[in-house]
């Protein structure tokens, strides 16, 4: 259970003592109109909304409370507690989405783009509060606003990360004090996948790295943390896009030792038969490619593509000119507005003239510098 959803099902009024000190605490401009008593009476009935999961109410509730008290603790609390109000009816609305639609991103991206900008409002006010050296500070609430600022941070990261921005999710990744706890292990693979995503392999590798001798440990456990599979996964693909081969075979055995009903196993396997293409173990990779399409027909158009990349590269490097151009075809049809066509389009031009050319030959392929270097010309996509 996350802190940010912790937090959610704490009952806001649990803080009233606190509050009603702060709020008479605060300075001559709460003596103004409505009273003290009202406005604490507004913050108690968004508190009873909020504990009855009615998330618009309480919303519109504490709002009030922040619109009447700004730039005090109790327009924090308020706000603090409306964010996540927000953030579990936007939750609600992705189920809806997702149960009615393909694609579980479909919430609107002006919803998104309003709770960020709120999120961060919010940052911006807890912290000038904290920093600010005129205002007396209780150490109690000092030290809730911290666990405040840090849950709101995780909640944007969470945002961040749905929306695929993993630019702005690393830099708030950034933000977060880790330590050794669940939550880090989490924010250290969330790292892992933005760094994947982004292509950056060095500071991928440096990742795994950093995580390695926790991964080990988890091993011994029978069975290993379900996390430990996945991160595997990145661990040899990471290895698979930097040309070290044997680390990415022995980490596909690896996971087929400890995982033997693994959910990822068509991935594992694409890994493994780049390996094998690299070895020039071209039947055995193009068996392993083929039963990937052959069971997994319904995994992602991107993959699919891969797969049929890889074995039109398996031909290719044997000068199989015309069963290159069928598989790269197969690239094409897939993924005829992706990334991957222009590509797919280029290759497949080369091997018509290739085929036409007088001084084509089938000559043996064999496992040297000429197949490596047609290994790294395979695409990076991410994934």
């Known amino acids: 259970m996350t802190l940010a959803w912790q937090l959610a099902m704490s009952r806001p009024s649990r803080h009233l003592t606190l509050l009603f000190f702060l709020v008479v ?23 009873d909304a909020y504990a009855h999961q009615d998330w618009e109410l309480a919303s519109e509730r504490f709002r009030q409370v922040a619109h009447l008290r700004p730039a005090t603790p109790l327009a ?6 409306d964010l996540l109000a927000m953030h ?12 009615t639609s393909e694609d579980p991103n479909t919430l609107p991206e002006m919803n998104r783009l309003r709770f960020a900008q709120a999120c961060s409002d919010w940052h911006c006010l807890a912290s000038s509060w904290m920093q600010s050296q005129g205002i007396p500070k209780p150490p109690n609430y000092v030290e809730t606003l911290t666990v ?14 749905a929306s695929r921005n993993y630019r ?31 292509q950056r392999w060095t500071d991928a590798e440096n990742s795994v790295q950093s995580l390695q001798l926790r991964v080990e440990e988890e091993l011994a456990q029978i069975p290993p943390p379900d996390w430990i599979e996945r991160f595997l996964l990145r661990q040899a693909e990471v290895a698979m896009v ?14 087929r030792t400890h995982f033997p009903e693994c959910k990822v196993s068509a ?5 493994l038969a780049r390996c094998w293409i690299h070895e020039a173990k071209f039947e055995q990779a193009r068996q392993l490619l083929a039963s990937i399409l052959e069971s997994h027909r319904d995994t992602s158009g991107d993959l699919q593509a891969k797969t049929w990349w890889t074995l039109a590269e398996s031909h290719l490097m044997q000068r199989n000119y015309h069963q290159a151009h069928a598989c790269y075809e197969q690239v094409l049809k897939i993924a005829v507005d992706s990334k991957w066509a222009q590509l797919a389009q280029r290759q497949m031009a080369m091997c018509r003239e290739a085929s036409e050319s007088a001084i084509a030959d089938r000559s043996k392929a064999n496992n040297s510098a000429a197949v490596r270097s047609t290994q790294k010309q395979m695409p990076k996509q991410s994934r």
């Not at 605490?25 to 508190?47: F, K």
């Not at 405040?148 to 990360?161: G, K, M, T």
């Not at 050794?180 to 989490?186: F, K, M």
């Open 25 to 47: 605490t605060s300075g001559g401009s709460l003596a103004q109109n409505p009273s003290q008593e009202e406005v604490l009476d507004l913050y108690r009935a968004a508190s």
């Open 76 to 81: 924090m609390e308020s706000g603090f507690y």
């Open 88 to 99: 579990r009816r936007m939750q609600i609305a992705n189920l809806r989405e997702a149960s």
């Open 148 to 161: 405040r600022i840090e849950s709101v941070l995780r909640i944007e990261i969470e945002q961040a990360f």
């Open 168 to 198: 702005k999710t690393l830099s708030l990744l950034n933000q977060i004090q880790r330590q050794a706890t669940t939550e880090s292990l989490e924010l250290e693979l969330l790292g892992l996948e933005c760094y994947v995503q982004l």
């Open 242 to 255: 930097l040309a070290k081969w044997k680390d990415a075979e022995s980490t596909v055995w690896k996971i």
């Open 267 to 271: 991935q594992v396997d694409y890994v």
